[in-house]
Structures are given as structure tokens and as C-alpha cells.
């Protein structure tokens, strides 16, 4: 799937949430935790109908698998 602008506020919102609730503790090394290296990218302007593309990353630093159950765009 392709990231549009118009995606990129809604799934920064997803991620930050989803790392908010998997976290935990994530000191005590018990069970998934989501760190999310950047929270936010902005485009620069561009044309309208001009396909733009950004990966987000997100990481485990958990010791249990972290598992994405729903990802929603916008």
C-alpha cells in the first residue's frame, strides 16, 4: 500500500497510541513494547494528485512479540 499525504496524520496517530498502549513498562523488559523512531514526518508541498511516499518505522523492544491488530488510514 501506498502512503498518500493525506494518510500521513492518521497513521502517525495510529502508531503513536499503538506504541502508547503496548508499551507497558517497557524498563522492566516484560512483554511488547513499541518505540516508534519518529512520531512525525511533514512533506514538503507538492502538487495535487502527486503520489508521495514515507515508511514509518516501528520497532520491538519488548521481549514478547508485538502484534499489530489494526491499522486504519485516513
Do not use: Q, W
Not at 36 to 60: A, I, K, Q, W
Amino acid at each position: 500500500m501506498k502512503l498518500t499525504k493525506k494518510m500521513v496524520p492518521a497513521i502517525c496517530g495510529i502508531l503513536v497510541l499503538a506504541a502508547a498502549a503496548l508499551c507497558g513498562d517497557a524498563t522492566a523488559g516484560k512483554g511488547p513494547a513499541a518505540l516508534v523512531s519518529e512520531r512525525v514526518h511533514t512533506f514538503e508541498p507538492v502538487p495535487d494528485g502527486t503520489e508521495v511516499v514515507y515508511d514509518f518505522v516501528l520497532r520491538n523492544i519488548g521481549d514478547e512479540v508485538l502484534f499489530i491488530e489494526k491499522l486504519k488510514s485516513g
